[in-house]
């Protein structure tokens, strides 16, 4: 089983990703900005982190860079799912270390087989 961080200020996106890893049977943790991502990827394990690029304190493209920074976390695999859609927000993505980046709206599918493919879900 899987424990994966998903970090998103949008409620609505969170009871998104809920309702789709919920049938999953992993589990996850929930943190609405990026200075709670950050204290909880130094406090519990993690095999997949879910950012989304625009929220407050510390945006995802900070925290995908320190996350793969850092040699205890630079493993985890991290998915950039976002608004943000154009090319260069997803080349800086990249750039950051994102594993795969992905746009809103997602289709529960098309993240499920992300997730799978990153074997966070099986």
Known sequence: MAKI?????SPTDIEFLKSV???TGHDFSIAR???EAEKLVKTEPFDL?????????KNGYQLCGEF???EKLKNIPVIMLTG???QSDMLWGQKQGADEYLTKPCEPMKLLLTLKKMRAVT
């Open 21 to 23: 890893l919920s049938n």
């Open 68 to 70: 793969k920074k850092d």
């Open 84 to 86: 943000k859609d154009q």
């Open 33 to 35: 900005d990026g200075e």
């Open 5 to 9: 961080l998903i970090a998103d200020d």
């Open 49 to 57: 982190i879910i950012l989304d690029v625009v929220m407050p304190k």
